[in-house]
């Protein structure tokens, strides 16, 4: 199979795993124990453990990991424990972080610390708030002190910056060598690092000179200088630097690689472009997840307890929010006695505000992921809201007045409608801006549960607005 | 300031832009026509005319398509003119296509094909689009014949493909050669093309027979064959294969360049991750939007207009399902009239339902990023969702139904309360899962306006289960 062309990549993963899948289920009931599998009495049950153990063997940890991720508990046990315990660092470090819990749950000290032994400093420092305290200990034991000190220093930063998802796998020459001496002392590598698109050049002190590009280095003349051939203007990260602003610029100047150094410019770790797709991945599922008011990536096949607990808290915000709006329905009490047609009408004008203020505040949450948006670009942004808004109230609500008149034949009641559904527009269209804006300037990331917010003011607001108008105007 | 080390990308940049959102708010008033900018009289703006095109001047083409991007109208012209015109072509690749056309608008003819003419086949395939045609054609006259049948092949493939997106930079080698051949092979070059992390290997028909990783070859005696070095096992791809597949895989195996090959396994162009993060972005960002119910990217300067053709579509589904909640409540006027309490609850059942439902199907479009949802997850998920939804109703109805009690001293809305509010949390979760799935089993992107119709459903169906509840056990 390592031979053949391998072509459509996500069908032949989809196909696997609907495989594995349908192996893992079939198998199950002749297994007294998921975690420890041992060989069914039955041959045919047999076979299919030996075909199944094949198959995960063959896999790429990157796909095991893809594979434990969609499969349901039971069946995610099975998988993990008859994969090839070889690469069970690799597949711990490419899994989800919801899942990699329940995965190292399922494993003992002895095999947690076989499976990461063996790791980079930076792969073990990822791991290391997931992994229990003594296995940690027990890995570093055998590990020299620089080692150690890599791994205490990049477990100091916080997840979201440069310094936790850095490497420190760097090569590194002088500047006043040849290219062939370069050249050279490559061939004396095992192996280059992954990624290795370019050499960093530093000085006796470990001083960032500059960088010098392999592609530069295959065409220059062997007699060359690294200090003619390499480039100086360098694009350099600091450990405490944003991750997704590292993310950002990999994405602007189309990087593979690049320094990580210290305040005092001395080279210190390097980035890659694999942890930095990582990065723009999760933002752009976190921004998500945010917005819909989830607290974090779930697990799809958790247990119910924890779905509960990642989803409580948005939930009990909307119940307090819709509350509110359900008090100020209540204080139109006598309105709604004396028309009740309001109460029908009234969802339509709290329906098209939620909506429109989720389209304004999702591309302004998007807009900010760059976190660009100064105060006056605001106010641009502000203004051109606002003529939507008046736009689509003006338009949508003429529709719904004409409809409400066509239902009620009331022309009092159509004329609220347009009013209302125009004012709660316009009020959309300002919180839609405010809120994120406002958010970012208090250093909250816009996204968090910024679907609710804006739903819980344009329902109270489109309330308020509608029954108000029907209150002063037709009672 | 290009020898000095680049620091904070994100804090350089957006002090890039505060400056030159400040010079060009302040030029403005001075320049009759911002599309054609002559020095001004005034000794101080002209000035300042000097300093902001020096900086443009300096600044990276990305880093000037972001600055425009976030820029009004009448500054993004005049920043636009000011720019350097040699780096014209590489801002029109980097801004997202939204801006793009704004500026493609602003530029006649001759300036277009001055633009383009350098371009790779690749690069002016993307941009054909949005040119006007005899631009494009202009520029072809002058190519030779590949270079065009490479434009062609190009644009025959849609945006969500890997035909539109592979660039045709191919090195390649015989498998029989030396690797001492290879380097000096690569040696005649000027330069190696981007992010060249691999030398593809091919027979005398250029059919693809495995790949020679550059951090090998350096590492390789010089007299080592290139077949005993290369790797045979090659993840490939076909131009028809889905862009964000293959997107997924750069992400799963890490890889820097991938080769495109045809049906008969003939290297016919390579994929690279720069463009891969391109893609990978703009899904997190497609889904974001779709969900929220915008059709596409939008400028977040665009005229009112544009922006009101970008959000109608869904203003109008969410209008009509609004319409019809509203004749749900109408059905019930009567209760409603003997109870108006109902009236100001009513929302509360249908605002946590929404809520609730949009975790649900938020939680579900992100796991299918990868399209890996088989029917019988579906199940195994469906469960998941009814057990949160039961426990969450159970909990979060039971406040509620307190809390009415307490308002009302009403033991029947109360229990109405819980009951209504359980039932619509299982709607939402039913329905969180069912919407998703079947979209994508009919080929749809399960992103579309997805929020908008969940929240549609638990509208509706809030309603009707707390007023017809109401009516059976109240009335």
Same mark, same amino acid.
């Given at each position: 199979?390592s031979q053949?062309?391998r072509?459509?990549?996500?069908?032949?993963?989809?196909?696997?795993?609907e495989?594995?899948?349908e192996?893992?289920?079939a198998?199950l009931p002749?297994?007294p124990?998921e975690h420890?599998?041992v060989p069914?009495?039955?041959?045919e049950?047999a076979d299919?453990?030996?075909?199944?153990?094949?198959?995960?063997h063959e896999?790429h940890?990157?796909?095991?990991a893809?594979?434990?991720e969609?499969?349901?508990?039971k069946?995610?046990a099975?998988v993990?424990?008859l994969?090839n315990?070889e690469e069970d660092g690799?597949v711990l470090l490419e899994? $989800?972080?919801?899942?990699?819990?329940?995965?190292?749950?399922d494993?003992?000290?002895a095999?947690?610390?076989?499976?990461?032994?063996d790791?980079e400093a =930076?792969e073990?420092?990822?791991?290391a708030?997931?992994?229990p305290?003594q296995? +940690?200990a027990? +890995?570093?034991?055998d590990?020299?002190?620089e080692?150690?000190?890599?791994?205490q220093?990049?477990m100091s930063?916080?997840?979201?910056q440069?310094?936790?998802i850095?490497?420190?796998?760097?090569?590194s020459?002088?500047a006043?060598v040849?290219?062939e001496?370069?050249l050279?002392?490559?061939r004396r590598f095992?192996?280059l690092p992954?990624?290795?698109d370019k050499?960093?050049v530093v000085? =006796?002190h470990?001083?960032?000179q500059?960088v010098?590009?392999?592609?530069k280095l295959?065409v220059?003349?062997? =007699?060359?200088?690294?200090?003619?051939v390499?480039?100086? =203007?360098?694009v350099?990260?600091?450990?405490?630097?944003?991750?997704?602003?590292?993310?950002?610029?990999?994405?602007r100047?189309?990087l593979?690689?690049?320094?990580?150094?210290?305040?005092n410019?001395? *080279?210190?770790?390097?980035?890659? +472009?694999?942890?930095?797709v990582?990065v723009?991945?999760?933002?752009?599922?976190?921004?998500?997840?945010?917005m819909?008011g989830?607290?974090?990536?779930?697990?799809?096949?958790?247990p119910?307890?924890?779905?509960?607990?990642?989803?409580?808290f948005?939930?009990?915000?909307?119940l307090?929010?819709?509350?509110v709006a359900?008090?100020?329905?209540?204080?139109f009490?006598?309105?709604?006695?004396?028309?009740?047609?309001?109460?029908?009408l009234m969802?339509i004008?709290a329906?098209i @505000?939620?909506?429109?203020?989720n389209?304004?505040?999702?591309?302004i949450?998007?807009a900010?992921?760059?976190?660009?948006?100064?105060?006056?670009?605001a106010m641009? *942004?502000l203004k051109?809201?606002?003529?939507?808004?008046l736009?689509?109230?003006?338009?949508w609500? $003429?529709?719904m007045g004409v409809?409400?008149?066509?239902l009620y034949?009331?022309?009092g009641?159509?004329l609220?409608?347009?009013?209302?559904m125009?004012?709660?527009?316009? *009020?959309?269209a300002? *919180?839609?801006?405010m809120i994120?804006v406002?958010m970012?300037k208090?250093?909250?990331?816009p996204a968090? @549960?910024?679907s609710?917010l804006i739903?819980?003011?344009?329902?109270?607001?489109?309330f308020l607005?509608?029954l108000?108008?029907a209150?002063?105007?037709l009672?």
């Open positions: 199979m053949e062309p072509y459509h990549e996500a069908e032949r993963l989809a196909a696997d795993l495989r594995i899948h192996l893992a289920e198998l002749h297994l124990d420890a599998p069914p009495a039955l041959p049950a299919r453990l030996n075909t199944l153990t094949a198959i995960l896999l940890p990157a796909d095991v893809t594979v434990l969609h499969l349901p508990q069946e995610r099975l993990w424990r994969a315990p690799d899994v $989800s972080e919801a899942v990699r819990e329940s995965l190292i749950e494993m003992d000290d095999e947690l610390v076989a499976a990461v032994e790791m =930076d073990l420092a990822e791991l708030d997931s992994l305290q296995v +940690v027990e +890995v570093l034991k590990w020299d002190d080692e150690r000190a890599q791994v220093a990049a930063y916080r997840d979201d440069v310094g936790a850095m490497d420190f796998e760097t090569v020459v002088r006043d040849s290219c001496v370069v050279r002392y490559l095992d192996s992954d990624h290795t050499i960093f000085d =006796d470990d001083i960032l500059g010098l590009p392999i592609r295959l220059s003349d062997p =007699d060359d200088l690294v200090e003619n390499m480039a100086r =203007d360098v350099r990260f600091r450990p405490e630097d944003d991750a997704e602003e590292a993310a950002a610029a990999f994405e100047y189309d593979v690689t690049a320094p990580v150094t210290d305040h410019h001395k *080279l210190i770790g390097r980035l890659t +472009v694999d942890e930095m990582d723009i991945r999760e933002e752009g599922e976190t921004d998500m997840l945010n819909a989830l607290q974090e990536e779930e697990d799809l096949f958790a119910v307890l924890r779905s509960v607990q990642n989803r409580w948005w939930l009990a915000v909307n307090f929010t819709a509350f359900s008090r100020v329905i209540n204080h009490e006598h309105t709604i006695a004396q028309i009740v047609a309001l109460a029908a969802p004008v329906g @505000g939620g909506n429109s203020g389209q304004t505040i999702t591309m949450v998007r900010m992921a760059m976190g660009q948006l100064s105060g006056i670009q641009h *942004l051109k809201e606002i003529g939507v808004a736009v689509n109230g003006v338009l609500g $003429s529709v409809i409400s008149y066509l034949h009331n022309t009641i159509a609220v409608m347009v009013a209302a125009t004012l709660n527009l316009l *009020l959309a300002v *919180l839609g801006v994120p406002t970012e208090f250093g909250k990331d968090l @549960g910024s609710v739903t819980a003011v344009t329902d109270s607001g489109g607005i509608f108000g108008l209150t002063v105007f009672i």
